[in-house]
């Protein structure tokens, strides 16, 4: 008899979860669990915290529309708010519980977490596979540590393996017996508010999504469409789904494959996958570079000549800097949760060109914010702006007028999001210095 505990961390889903098969295939009773950990609620030391408004929000009617699926097969979801080790410690010793299944972690504390967890029990096997990434570790046509330094050198060595994706498989057809009966979510669990958001969230609503996509003309347009700043339409917005892992990479692509079958590959539909591979670029960055990930030096040797300036960062945060375009795209981020790829590279750049801060404290503010939040995309994006990351020309710098004639000429987007309100820099108090929400 095996009494284990499925541990779902960013994989919250039930079908093409090849690990989430293998459990209920090896388990005569089963816990599927999650995690919050406290922490993610707490200050950090870039004066943020792991989870904002938003990403909370997301998250939680992520696990209810979890928990509703698994109670259709006569099973449920135990929400715990406590660091993952005190949770495996009950089952471990309530429970008898000696196999844990948790997917492969990308990001450096997730994985360190793990680690805690096996030094700990040496008696618990800890069972686990891929689930976030497209290509598995193995199919890779070079060793992590060699690594391309570059995104172009890696695409010309993953397309010229022509690796094989794997095609999705169905949810559980058998979901074993709960080893523990059903408990009310944590009481101290923080509130959440009602957020202004255009995506839905949970496994259900990401189906709906991408069969809603790629049943549209969209997938042919994407490459001329991409960087607007505004419209559902005008880029996939797959990633709040995936990051949270209510739909698999593969997934994605088996739907791709089909649509060009159905309607003809162009341009546009390659960019789709070629954007893919940015996002499993950063995956095996992240592991690669551990916790140079989060280093102000990034992967290279210098540091970057840029501080920390409360009232500034207050000012980036708050979308009230004197850049009309990036004060609308804060207050984009504030209000949804979401920001298009082009409205992030030119806050970015403004944070560490215009303002001269710490690029750090920017990834952090997006770590809270953003509802696609992914460790690996998000500061490996980062440092790829602040010019201490994989890119060989060390940092992009636009040119914020010359981008708001390309992408915003009338203005439309800066006017919706009331960017226009502009303040003269360092003009806010820095005793105001930190805010308690924004
Ligand atoms: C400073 C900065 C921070 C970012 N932080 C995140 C983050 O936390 N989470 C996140 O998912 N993306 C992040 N990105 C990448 C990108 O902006 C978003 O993936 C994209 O805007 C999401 O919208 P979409 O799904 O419509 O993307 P699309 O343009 O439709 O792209 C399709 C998919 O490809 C992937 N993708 C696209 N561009 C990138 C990229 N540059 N890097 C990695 N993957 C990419 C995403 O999974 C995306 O869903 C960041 C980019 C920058 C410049």
Request: net charge positive.
């Amino acid at each position: 008899m095996t009494h284990s505990v499925y541990w779902f961390t960013n994989d919250l889903r039930l079908s093409d979860n090849r690990l989430l098969r293998r459990a209920c295939e090896q388990s005569s009773s089963i816990s599927f669990i999650y995690c919050i950990n406290p922490e993610w609620f707490k200050s950090n030391r870039f004066n943020c915290q792991t989870l904002g408004a938003q990403r909370w929000a997301f998250l939680v009617k992520s696990l209810h529309q979890l928990n509703s699926q698994l109670n259709a097969r006569g099973q449920h979801l135990v929400v715990y708010f406590k660091a993952p080790l005190e949770v495996i410690d009950h089952y471990y010793s309530h429970h008898n519980t000696r196999v844990i299944y948790c997917s492969d972690q990308i990001g450096l504390y997730e994985r360190q977490s793990l680690t805690a967890i096996t030094n700990k029990y040496s008696e618990i096997t800890l069972k686990q596979s891929n689930t976030f990434t497209l290509y598995d570790m193995h199919q890779l046509p070079f060793d992590l540590s060699e690594l391309p330094s570059t995104f172009s050198k890696f695409r010309k060595k993953v397309e010229s393996s022509n690796l094989s994706i794997k095609s999705p498989v169905q949810r559980p057809s058998h979901f074993p017996a709960p080893l523990i009966a059903p408990v009310p979510w944590p009481k101290s669990l923080p509130k959440v508010e009602q957020v202004n958001c255009d995506f839905d969230a949970g496994e259900i609503a990401a189906n709906n999504h991408i069969n809603q996509y790629f049943s549209s003309s969209a997938p042919s347009k994407y490459k001329l469409t991409r960087n607007a700043l505004d419209g559902m339409a005008n880029s996939t917005k797959f990633s709040p789904w995936l990051a949270n892992g209510n739909v698999s990479v593969q997934q994605i692509m088996h739907a791709l494959q089909e649509y060009e079958q159905q309607h003809g590959a162009n341009d546009s539909t390659y960019w789709i996958y070629f954007e893919l591979l940015w996002r499993e670029y950063f995956q095996l960055y992240s592991v690669r570079y551990d916790h140079q990930l989060f280093a102000f030096s990034g992967i290279s040797s210098n540091k970057p000549l840029t501080s920390f300036y409360p009232g500034r960062f207050k000012q980036w945060c708050m979308g009230t800097t004197p850049y009309p375009i990036v004060n609308a795209c804060m207050k984009q981020l504030n209000q949804t949760g979401y920001m298009s790829n082009r409205g992030r590279q030119l806050v970015a750049s403004c944070l560490v060109n215009e303002l001269k801060l710490d690029w750090r404290f920017g990834a952090a503010y997006f770590e809270q914010q953003l509802i696609d939040y992914d460790v690996a995309a998000n500061w490996g994006n980062w440092q790829y702006l602040a010019g201490v990351g994989a890119d060989p020309r060390s940092g992009r710098h636009f040119n914020l007028v010359k981008q708001t004639h390309t992408y915003d000429p009338g203005n439309t987007f800066i006017k919706r999001w009331r960017g226009d309100e502009v303040y003269s820099i360092d003009s806010a108090d820095a005793a105001d210095w930190p805010l308690s929400s924004y």
